[in-house]
């Protein structure tokens, strides 16, 4: 079992920014992908960006342009950087790491609220 140590989560004004840390419990190099999702209340879990351990990024239509996700190795962790943040970006912000081998499976934080509001 994956477990992780997230951060960063807050309340922040339209058009801030914040930083989203996730370290998870295992070598971050036998991850196939880290990602970011995010639950909205009465929303469905939805894609913020992930990142595969080639380095290859991809987001969501809604966050392209303002959110970048990263990875430091030599510090274990995942980060996810929110420009220009807007108050349709507050939810649940969850860490995520995929494997494929031997099978798929999903390891998910335990979240940290974003919350964009005046």
């Known amino acids: 079992q994956v477990q992780f140590v997230e951060s960063g989560g807050g309340l922040v004004q339209p058009g801030g920014s914040l930083r989203l840390s996730c370290a998870p419990s295992?070598?971050?190099?036998?991850?196939?992908?880290m990602g970011w999702y995010r639950q909205a209340p009465g929303k469905q879990r939805e894609l913020v960006a992930t990142?595969?351990?080639?380095?290859?990024?991809n987001y969501g239509n809604s966050v392209k342009g303002r959110f970048t996700i990263s990875t430091d190795n030599a510090k274990n962790t995942v980060y996810l950087q929110m420009n220009n943040l807007e108050p349709e970006d507050t939810a649940v912000y969850y860490c995520?790491?995929?494997?494929?081998?031997?099978?798929?499976?999903?390891?998910w934080g335990q979240g940290t609220q974003v919350t964009v509001s005046s």
């Open positions: 990142i595969t351990n080639g380095g290859t990024a």
């Open positions: 295992i070598s971050i190099y036998s991850i196939n992908v």
């Open positions: 995520n790491a995929r494997q494929f081998n031997p099978y798929s499976r999903d390891y």
